[in-house]
């Protein structure tokens, strides 16, 4: 039955802690393998418990006295704010064997400080952000950095293909994944300073499957399996395609009370399960020893339901791939 | 009647000279006050025009023995392919005073570095390329740089935002052009390094109506005229946006077929005349001392009638406002 434990921070979240258990709630009535570990002010989420239907053996609440808040210093808080819903997640996710991942809807920075402290993973290397977006031709890709590191270096571009590159071997179980780098251009010759240079490692490094330069029309094709670019760049592919896609959805609605057309409202739903990002899951850090996903701050139940399902998703299909015994 | 003359440069572009007269004609069949003179092999034009319905005397063809194509070297060519369509076409606007503007769908950085030379601003500032993209909100974004400049400091990034505010107040009537700098968040402290120093410059340049960060997902909202970035995040914002744009409309137009409902692929036809980057014209070569315009290469006839309408439509607009002895 309930196999895989995931740890929730509810605290932080610009919702509050009321939907974030209700998300959870939802969560394990859609996943019957699914028990989770609730952080954070133990009151209010016994209250919301109490009023949601829901399996009590299959939900443990962990009190913490405090919130890290998008207003703190990231790495201040995780190491003076050691009673917070966050540390508390991330301490019990790093040291529990029954924790599979965690899932947090606060503060990014503090939580991929926290992630490299308490959730060191074997070989260490600077934490980065990734976003696990549906590709046009189908699958996924995971495209890193976007916006954990803004100022970057070639070589951290290179630790980024690389965790990328282990990341889509380990969960999605492809077996050499295709690593594309951003540029304004696919030919070799194009890109900045900083692209160019990393290109020509990429080249070199034997590990990896690079497969060239990716330029922003096709992004999101499904022309590679890991997307590597420095965060600032990354978080414009990532935010643009959001705001493209909300922007024309909207003109859909738009028109379709217009021509009270209900067979468009049908349309607009089949665009929302596959363009709103919100409900698609959240960013994972990579560089960390568990799964560790960063849902949107602005996150409703749904989407942490969401959330929840692919983070035990990524998780089973890694036991199916390596047993369970080698997590 | 034919007051607008316009300079079009039919060689060069991916899809031949054919298609390029045959724009140029549909062009003059919409708009009365238009006239043309098209640069490039004579024999194949006059074939072309012998083939279409059109009113010659509106219609001048200047023959150029030579192409530049997208394997010449931008600079070199512009110096040594002198019987250059694209070379006549420049000399011809910077020289006559009769003509207005020029369009042209070949090589770009030819375009640019031509322009620059031939058809010079008062104040030479190093040139760069926007796109005039429809805002969510209404009206139009300049977004500048669009790749002509992809290693940037942040006194180019300055330079564009003047560039783009002289555009907007000359070309599109806004007093006071909003400049917005794109960033990886809104907040005065989010960007990367160059952002950052872009920034505090802009903030203390007391000629600019500057309104601070803009972040991917708002990059096309309307929260601004002007969006400044280099030419490598500038790229990704353009591309992308046209990239999911393509990606939704084909999903829609497959949807369309599954549920065979007509109603939809009236939707589609809508939506194509809002996102469909291809027809919206060109990008605009700012820094040149007349309007010249850079159309897709894969250009169809229709793009560059819609081209010619774009750049008609902006010297009106700027004729209305400072008359026409203030060209």
Chains 1, 2 share one sequence.
Not at 62 to 80: H, K, L, W
Not at 158 to 164: E, P, Q
Not at 200 to 206: G, P, Q
Not at 284 to 293: E, Q, R, T
């Amino acid at each position: 039955m309930a196999e895989y434990k995931i740890a929730i921070d509810v605290m932080g979240s610009d919702s509050g802690p009321e939907l974030m258990v209700e998300g959870a709630v939802k969560a394990l009535v859609a996943n019957d393998d699914l028990s989770v570990v609730l952080f954070g002010d133990e009151e209010r989420i016994e209250k919301k418990l109490a009023e949601l239907e829901c399996d009590r053996s299959r939900v443990e609440v962990v009190g913490a006295s405090e919130v890290i808040t998008n207003y703190d210093n990231p790495m201040e808080a995780i190491f003076r704010k050691t009673d917070s819903s966050l540390v508390k997640a991330l301490a019990a996710t790093g040291e529990r064997e029954d924790i599979v991942g965690l899932i947090n809807a606060g503060s990014t920075g503090a939580l991929i400080a926290g992630s490299l402290r308490y959730v060191p993973a074997k070989v260490l290397k600077r934490p980065a952000l990734a976003a696990i977006l549906p590709a046009e031709k189908g699958g996924f890709i995971c495209l890193v950095d976007t916006g954990a590191n803004i100022d970057c270096n070639a070589s951290q571009l290179v630790d980024f293909a690389h965790m990328g590159s282990d990341f889509m071997r380990d969960y999605y179980s492809i077996e050499h994944p295709r690593i594309g780098l951003l540029s304004n251009g696919a030919e070799e010759t194009k890109g900045n300073k900083l692209v160019k240079e990393t290109h020509a490692l990429l080249k070199e490094d034997k590990e990896l499957n690079f497969v060239g330069n990716i330029e922003g029309t096709n992004a999101l094709t499904g022309d590679c399996d890991v997307l590597v670019a420095d965060g600032f760049a990354g978080n414009q592919v990532l935010k643009n395609s959001e705001g493209i896609a909300r922007r024309i959805i909207t003109d859909i609605v738009k028109y379709a009370k217009m021509t009270a057309n209900t067979e468009i409202m049908k349309l607009v739903k089949h665009l929302m399960e596959i363009y709103d990002f919100n409900s698609l899951g959240g960013a994972i850090i990579l560089g960390a020893g568990k799964p560790v996903i960063k849902a949107h701050g602005a996150a409703n139940a749904d989407s942490i339901m969401n959330t929840s399902a692919m983070l035990l998703n990524i998780v089973k299909n890694r036991d199916l791939f390596y047993g369970k015994d080698n997590r």
